[in-house]
């Protein structure tokens, strides 16, 4: 069957889908339009007051853009779209699915599938279901493009849904336990200061929004980062959803002043950009320190087998594995010399991403830095670990003024 006669049957099945309101959803994929930063287009019905409409979601690499239009100028605007600026396409309806593929040399195939039943219809449930911190139908997380017009995780978005979800508990629990806030949020302690909490290298900012609007006016929020037009759209969606206890400000980790600051979150800062958060939650006097450190490099090339650990460590995967141990142990030692009881966890499943490292430290000691033991026996402990595996440098270290080598 040639490319014209496929893409002709796909659209002979979208049409009526559209038409008749059977449309589940369609994926459109494999972008080749002008617009590099253009991933995917996701297609679904919605009830509006104007009467049904196609809701259109188009997936950026750094945002998604969410409009909706009537059935018939959906199709129109989807036909030409389709074995063109897309060269996937998939079409769900209730009674079967259809892939059309299209390749770049003129080519393209179809797959027809009929689906083995008819969708179960949706139950009401009334049992007490599990409640959640973030509330699934705040408005913020729609326009951030988590959730659609039914208060349901976006296509691709519901890992993203349980990450907010995990964290905003976890930092609810870890704010209670280093007392910084009560675990209550409905009864706050009266007349005191706003917790200020500082997110660095926040990225679109979903769980930046999660904790301002989890904690309200308990908590003043910012969240940090590099990129000016992330800045301006999260800061705009702040000010839209009456946020007020949450601002972003555009810097990177290394060279952005903080001032006093209760809590310091650095979430996936790449290899020693999560040191250089570290760092500066240290000198802002931060009580809770909360970091899921990424692509640990840094100690990599200084790694130094020990004999009995040189056949295993001759293979990279195992240095890499190797490299990322020794660099999160040395900081969850480093923060303990610094007067931190540390704990380290997995803070989301391995489905959604390899990196679920989550490292917390809650402050013990009010001693400042420069006043710390340098020949305590922990910091003899360190350096004895370091030694084991030949590092003579770590950037926390560096920060700390820890002599890290003897």
């Not at 449309?23 to 009830?47: E, S, Y």
């Not at 493009?145 to 976890?170: C, H, S, W, Y």
């Amino acid at each position: 069957m040639s490319a014209a006669d496929s893409r002709d049957r796909f659209l002979a099945l979208l049409r009526p889908a559209i038409h008749d309101g059977t449309l589940v959803k369609l994926t459109l994929g494999k972008h080749r339009g002008a617009d590099a930063t253009l991933q995917n287009l996701f297609v679904r019905p919605v009830t509006l007051k104007a009467g049904p409409h196609l809701s259109f979601t188009w997936r950026h690499a750094t945002r998604d853009i969410v409009k909706n239009h009537p059935p018939a100028d959906a199709l129109a605007l989807l036909e030409p779209l389709i074995g063109s600026d897309f060269l996937d396409a998939h079409l769900f309806t209730p009674v079967q699915t259809a892939q059309l593929e299209s390749r770049p040399d003129g080519t393209a195939r179809l797959h027809v599938k009929l689906a083995a039943s008819a969708p179960a219809p949706t139950v009401e449930h009334h049992d007490r279901t599990k409640a959640h911190l973030v509330p699934a139908d705040a408005p913020w997380l729609r326009a951030l493009g988590v959730t659609n017009d039914r208060a349901q995780p976006r296509e691709g978005m519901a890992a993203k849904f349980r990450q907010i979800q995990k964290f905003t508990e976890l930092l609810a629990h870890l704010l209670s336990e280093s007392a910084i806030l009560p675990s209550d949020p409905v009864n706050p302690v009266q007349n005191s200061a706003a917790v200020k909490i500082a997110d660095m290298g926040c990225g679109k900012g979903y769980l930046t929004f999660a904790l301002a609007a989890h904690l309200g006016p308990r908590a003043e929020v910012t969240g940090i980062e590099f990129r000016p037009e992330l800045v301006e759209l999260c800061n705009r969606h702040a000010r839209e959803h009456g946020l007020a206890n949450l601002r972003f400000a555009a810097g990177d980790i290394a060279s952005t002043p903080l001032d006093r600051t209760d809590v310091l979150v650095a979430l996936h800062a790449c290899d020693t950009a999560t040191d250089d958060a570290l760092a500066k939650g240290l000198a802002a006097g931060a009580r809770l320190l909360v970091v899921s450190p990424c692509c640990q490099k840094e100690l990599r090339p200084q790694l130094t087998a020990p004999a009995i650990l040189a056949d295993a460590l001759r293979h990279g995967i195992f240095q890499e594995r190797q490299a990322e141990f020794v660099t999160d142990s040395l900081r969850a030692m480093l923060l303990e010399w610094a007067g931190y009881h540390t704990k380290v966890f997995e803070f989301i499943s391995t489905e959604h991403t390899a990196k679920n490292l989550m490292l917390a430290a809650i402050k013990t000691t009010p001693s400042p830095p420069g006043t710390r033991d340098a020949d305590s026996a922990l910091a003899g402990r360190i350096r004895a670990f370091a030694a084991f595996y030949g590092i003579r440098h770590q950037a926390l270290a560096t920060h700390l003024g820890f002599a890290i080598a003897d």
